[in-house]
Nanobody, 122 residues
Framework: QVQLVESGGGLVQPGGSLRLSCAAT????????VGWFRQRPGKGREGVAC????????FYTDSVKGRFTISRDNTNNMVYLQMNSLKPEDTAVYSC???????????????WGEGTLVTVSS
């Protein structure tokens, strides 16, 4: 069964850091672009970051540039989102998703995880 499972969310103070993990089961991540998305309270879903199959981060939304880093570990079938200098406006449910194999970050994402909640608050 193809599945994505996120972990690593929680409560953190402003200025703190968290690392989110996205684990794939039932398929191999190697050939899939993987994106992180978030949905903030009362807002629609937005793309946060994406990494291509060539292991090159290809997208960061402007509000996280310089603070968030996406990376992948194909050996362990994992993708990570390192989040530093967190702000209250980063509070959201973060989800990972994959686009079709051998595609890129501009393609529609079709497999989604359930999400993990990140709360940035003092």
């Amino acid at each position: 069964q193809v599945q994505l499972v996120e972990s690593g969310g929680g409560l953190v103070q402003p200025g703190g850091s968290l690392r989110l993990s996205c684990a794939a089961t039932g398929f191999t991540f190697d050939y899939y672009p993987v994106g992180w998305f978030r949905q903030r309270p009362g807002k629609g879903r937005e793309g946060v970051a994406c990494i291509s199959t060539s292991d090159v981060p290809t997208f960061y939304t402007d509000s996280v540039k310089g603070r968030f880093t996406i990376s992948r570990d194909n050996t362990n079938n994992m993708v990570y989102l390192q989040m530093n200098s967190l702000k209250p406006e980063d509070t959201a449910v973060y989800s990972c998703a994959t686009a079709p194999p051998y595609s890129d970050c501009s393609t529609d994402f079709h497999t989604w995880g359930e999400g993990t909640l990140v709360t940035v608050s003092s």
